[in-house]
């Protein structure tokens, strides 16, 4: 199945697309490493589009994957026409993970693949693709070494496609989720040092999914020990404000098991978690 380009891109992005397709084309068997985020979904689309049979993608399930992301991925897949695998990652008995140290994410990406490696073995050793992008080069991301020494290719990296560009090529292929927000791992919620559960980890996804189910679609649900701090745009917060019932919100979250829940009024900002740590870095010197 070739995906026709149904709106316009501008002469670089037309440019990264023909590369990508190239890129992907020259590789035998791959296996895509697959969330459902819009990265490694247009990734998964082009593997489907240039090897047909010969690609197919993997979701690592584990406590850290809301379930309501798990479906989207399930549907995503579909959609895509690629075949889909699911496997257990067990990041969670990890020491390295669960005690939540800065390097968390080399433990995660570790584990997801020692999994994948195994998996692609049987499928004509495929090379593992994932999904990581230009941008996430420049930022705070541990789990790419652990890629890097699986020896996983991140086509999107590799040819410097950044995040602007993913979203422009897939809504010009007519990918639906195109505008999808981005979905870090529910770890990502707890600070350094606090150790991470299951059950925390549950009451993280469960709250971001009521939240989601009221209409806003960006959240995150920090947890801090156990307080639970909302983030959502900054342009969203007055009208989350009149819109949410506060005291079915706050019940909700007591249900959970949270003992408070504020919202945070500077706004949900990508990267706040590793933001505190650059900055405790830069107060330490």
């Known amino acids: 199945m070739y995906f026709s380009q149904l709106e316009s891109l501008t002469e670089l992005e037309l440019k990264q697309l023909k590369l990508l397709r190239e890129f992907i084309k020259g590789i035998n068997h ?5 969330s459902g985020g819009v990265d490694s979904s247009l990734v998964a689309t082009i593997a489907q589009e240039q090897l047909g049979s010969k690609a ?9 994957l809301a379930p309501y992301l798990l479906n989207q991925a399930r549907l995503q897949a579909a959609w895509i026409g690629i075949h889909h695998e699911e496997c257990q990652t067990n990041e969670i008995n990890e020491p390295n993970y669960f005690k ?18 195994e998996i692609s073995k049987r499928f004509n050793n495929a090379q593992v693709l994932d999904g990581v992008n230009f941008d996430d080069l420049h930022d705070f991301r541990p789990g790419i070494q652990a890629s890097n020494q699986a020896g996983v290719l991140s086509p999107l990296a590799e040819l410097k496609i950044d995040k602007k560009s993913i979203r422009s090529i897939s809504k010009s292929l007519g990918l639906p989720w195109w505008d999808k927000p981005a979905q870090p791992c529910l770890a990502s919620r707890i600070p350094f040092g606090e150790e991470i559960s299951s059950k925390r980890l549950k009451k993280i996804a469960l709250a971001e999914e009521w939240i989601i189910n009221q209409g806003f679609s960006k959240v995150r649900v920090r947890s801090q020990g156990l307080s639970a701090r909302v983030e959502l745009p900054v342009n969203e917060i007055n009208n989350f404000l009149e819109i949410i019932d506060r005291n079915m919100l706050v019940k909700y979250f007591l249900d959970l098991g949270f003992h408070s829940v504020s919202l945070d009024l ?15 870095k830069k107060t330490n010197l």
């Not at 080399?106 to 999994?115: P, R, V």
């Open 30 to 34: 791959a296996c895509v490493a697959f």
């Open 56 to 64: 197919f993608a993997v979701t690592g399930v584990s406590p850290s």
């Open 100 to 117: 939540n140290p800065e390097n968390r994410c080399f433990a995660c990406k570790q584990e997801l693949h020692k999994h994948l490696s």
């Open 266 to 280: 500077e706004g949900l900002i990508s990267g706040k978690l590793t933001r505190n740590l650059k900055i405790n």
